[in-house]
C-alpha cells in the first residue's frame, strides 16, 4: 500500500468520541438500529443516518450526536424524538441510585414481578441491603442495581464479584433462584464473562443483545421515565422523585387538575405534562 | 438523678472527633495502649495520658491529638516520637494503592513469605488482578489489599464479599489456602462478620485485636515505611517510591554517599536520613 492510499483509507474513518472518553469508529449499523429501535422503519433510520453522517466532524461526542439526532427526529415525529433521550433521562433520575431502585421496581411490577426494594435481610453470615426482591410465578430473584449518573462508567468484575458473594449468603435462607446485576450503563467484558459463567444475569444497556437489555424492558411495553419528557425540569423532575411518580405512563392516571394540586404544579404545567406523556405512547 | 448530678457527671465526658467524622468519648485506655505500643511503659504512658487529657477540649480532632502527642513525646524520646506516626506516614505511600501493596509485600517478606504482587491470573472463570500472592511453608495465600488515603473510610462489607468471590474463583486453580484482606484503616463491623463466618482473615489497623494486627506485624519487627522518617519530604518520599525502596530499614544497607548517588539526593539529606533510620531501630 503507498503512502497516499493509506492516508486515503484514514479520511473514510470517522472517529467519535464516547462518553468515556475513549475514541471509536463511529458505526453507522449500530446506530441505525438504535434509530430503529425507538420506532423507525429501516429505510427512515437510513436516511437519518445520512444526514446525520454527512454532519459529523472527526472526534465529536456522542453527547453531541444524541442532541443532532434528537433536532432532526423532532422534524419528523415529537414520539420517536422523545424515546431516542431514554439513556439520557435515566441518568437524570439521580443523584442517588435510591431512584433508580425505585424506577426499576416499577418496570418489573410492569413485567408481572411482586418487587420490594432496599430490603435489609439477613444471610448466612450478615445482614444485606438488597436493592430490588422481585417474584414471580413463585420465583425468587436478588437484584443488585448499580446506577451511573457518568454515562461513561462502566459497573466491573468487583460490582460482579460482591454481588454474587451476597447472593450465595442470602439464597438458601431466602430461597432465591438467580442473582441479577441490573445497570444503566456498561459491563466491563470481565464482569458479562463472570456472569456467564457463574450463572448470574446482567440486564444492562445494550446488554444483552437480544431482547433482554434494559432499555428492551423499558421500551417494549413503554416504561419511560417521567423524567424523559421535555417539560420535565429539574424542579418538576425532583417533584414526582419525591412524590414516587417515576413512569411517565402513570399521568395518564390523572386529570390535570388533579396532577397539579397532587404536585403543586402549575395547571398549565399539568396539562403539557399529560399532553407529552400521551404522545410518548401513541 | 438530680439535675445537677446528670450536668456534672455530662462534664466528665470528654467527645474527640474521629477522622471519619464521627463523635466519640475519648478513651484514656485505648489512647495509653497505643502509647505502650510503641515502647512506652504503663506509667509513662499514663503519665502522658494525663498531660494530654488536661490539655484537651470539647469535640478536639484525633489528628490534633496526635500532633500534640508527638510533640510531648519529642521531648522525651525521639524514636517513641517518631514511631507514633505510624498510620500517618502509611497514608503518606499513596496515593495509589499500589504502593501499599509494594510496601506490604515488603512486610510480608520479612515474615518469610515469598511474595509476588499486582499479578494476573486467571480463575475457573476469568482473570483477576491480585494484589498481592504470598507464599510461606508451602501455603499460599491470596492477599486483597484495600487502601484508603482518607483515615476516616472504612473497607465495608462489599470489599470484604468481593474479595471472597474472587478467591472463589481462583482457590483450585492456584492451589490458594485462604483469602486476606489487608486494609490500612478500620474495617466496618458487617465485613468483620462476614469474614470471620467465611474463614477470611482481615488483618487491619487495630484489628484483629491480639498482635495480628497491621501496626502489629509492622511495629514487632520494626518495618516501617519510610515516609515515617521527619526528613522524608514529599520530593523525597517520591524518590523513594520510584526506586522501590519501601522500608525505613532499608536505608541502613546504605553509606550517605551511595544513598545520595542512588535517589539523587544531596549528601547532607542522606546524612540525616540515615541518622533517623537508625534512632528509628533503636
Redesign the interface.
Known sequence: MTCVSRSLSYNYVMLITKASGEKVEFDRKIYEASLQRVGLTVEEARQIGNEIYQDLHSEISTEKILEKTQKVLKRKNQSIAIKYGLKKAIMRLGPAGYYFEKYMSAVLSAYGYKTKYNQFIYG?????EVDIIAERDREKFMIECKYHTNPGRKSD??VA??T???F??LKDKHNFKEPVLMTNTLCTT?AI??AK??GMKIIGWHYPARGESLEHYIESKKLYPVSILGSVNNQINKKFRDGNLFLALDLLKYTPKRLAKKFHLKEHQAVRLIKEAQILQS
Chains 1, 2 share one sequence.
Do not use: W
Open positions: 448466612r453470615c450478615v445482614q444485606h468484575l468487583k464479584l460482591y454474587y458473594a451476597r450465595l449468603d470481565e464473562r463472570y459463567c457463574m
